[in-house]
């Protein structure tokens, strides 16, 4: 599906291929630095046939970057929204497109997290709360450099989605993809770090505070729109292959929703890397930029853990893999209750068919709309 993602970037031209190569980039780096830092390094994926960083990133989660930020940043465009509010409406959207794989891909062991790290302590659905603040965060800085490096680098003559020279767009590409995840770090520097780290709050409120401020952002952007970012009798948009990005946003949700009807994470056996066994007792500790230092548990202990969405019940006797081991059989756990999660998926997949229904088909186009001469009788 992410080939298809690229075929519509190809059609359509423009700057959209080099947003498609963006976000990959923009991922390599983001999970590069994600695996070399031990504070935030705090998930293993499920292993794959095609894996790289010693067998830490699966090809898939490469694809995943321009899956979430690309589908993001076609759909917000058609809303013309203010250069200062277009960033938090990606950033929304992305999370929109996020949470049916958060909470589905680590039910069915796609990954395991780290059981005491206090950053993503607080869970919804055993995914933490500020994975839903970093896919917001990213995405919001990710999106601010693609489109501020072209305005201060190229002409202003040149319209949003049109491209400048190849040097020129390579330049902006290479720099947003740098750029991006410290322009995310800081906007957690706000409200995450003063409240959580200082004040205790938990990682929920600080996500629907961020939430909500996103959200009042691109509404307010909204409310007073261009003559284009609705659609107008007499205009017709040139865009070229918008079946493919639909064809492959139902096919999106339709999986997950498919799994939690379907399919049961009991018989799902995770072989590969996991958190390091070890003694319970010892700690780690976490710096933060406040100053203020946290502590996790330097290991997984296998006999006090908090990580329901697995175990080690289709090991011989039930019997967890002894300590040291960091690579081990991890087996997934039914739900407790499927009627729940088919409930919250189903209820996301409705939200997600209204806000992209609108964006798609109640705004104006992404990439060129042109005057229709009117038919002579």
């Avoid at 390094?41 to 990133?57: A, E, K, M, Y």
């Avoid at 740098?178 to 200082?198: A, K, R, S, T």
Wanted: with cysteine.
């Amino acid at each position: 599906m992410e080939l298809h993602i690229h075929r519509f970037a190809i059609l359509n031209g423009g700057r959209l291929p080099y947003l498609w190569l963006t976000t990959v980039l923009h991922g390599i780096v983001v999970e590069i630095v994600t695996y070399n830092l031990d504070d935030i390094d705090n998930f293993w994926h499920s292993q794959t046939p095609v894996i790289f960083l010693g067998r830490r990133l699966p090809l898939h989660i490469i694809a995943l970057y321009p899956v979430f930020i690309y589908h993001a940043s076609v759909a917000v465009s058609k809303l013309k929204l203010p250069t200062w509010a277009e960033p938090f409406a990606v950033g929304l959207t992305v999370v929109l497109l996020d949470i049916p794989y958060d909470i589905v891909s680590v039910k069915f062991l796609h990954w395991t997290w780290h059981d005491t790290d206090p950053n993503i302590g607080d869970r919804h659905y055993w995914v933490p709360w500020n994975s839903y603040y970093f896919h917001s965060c990213f995405a919001a800085s990710l999106t601010f450099w693609f489109h501020g490096w072209r305005r201060w680098l190229c002409s202003d003559k040149l319209r949003k989605w049109e491209s400048s020279s190849v040097t020129m767009e390579l330049a902006c590409t290479v720099l947003s993809a740098i750029l991006g995840m410290p322009g995310g770090i800081l906007l957690f520097l706000p409200l995450y770090h003063p409240l959580h780290d200082l004040a205790g709050v938990h990682s929920e409120v600080t996500f629907f505070m961020l939430f909500t401020i996103f959200l009042l952002i691109s509404w307010t952007g909204d409310r007073t729109p261009t003559p284009d970012a609705r659609p107008r009798s007499g205009v017709h948009t040139a865009e070229k292959g918008r079946s493919i990005l639909l064809l492959h946003l139902a096919v999106h949700y339709a999986l997950y929703l498919g799994l939690v009807i379907f399919c049961n994470p009991e018989e799902e056996v995770s072989i590969g890397l996991h958190e390091r066994i070890g003694p319970c007792n010892q700690t780690v500790p976490i710096h933060t930029v406040f100053g203020t230092v946290l502590s996790k548990r330097r290991y997984l202990c296998a006999s006090d853990y908090d990580e329901d969405y697995f175990d080690f019940h289709c090991l011989p006797n039930g019997q967890a893999p002894s300590e040291d081991s960091y690579w081990y059989t991890a087996c997934g756990t039914p739900f407790h209750n499927r009627a729940e999660y088919v409930a919250i998926i189903g209820t996301i997949c409705f939200l997600a068919f209204v806000v992209f229904r609108n964006m798609h088909f109640h705004s104006g186009s992404s990439i060129h709309q042109s005057e229709t001469k009117a038919k002579r009788h």
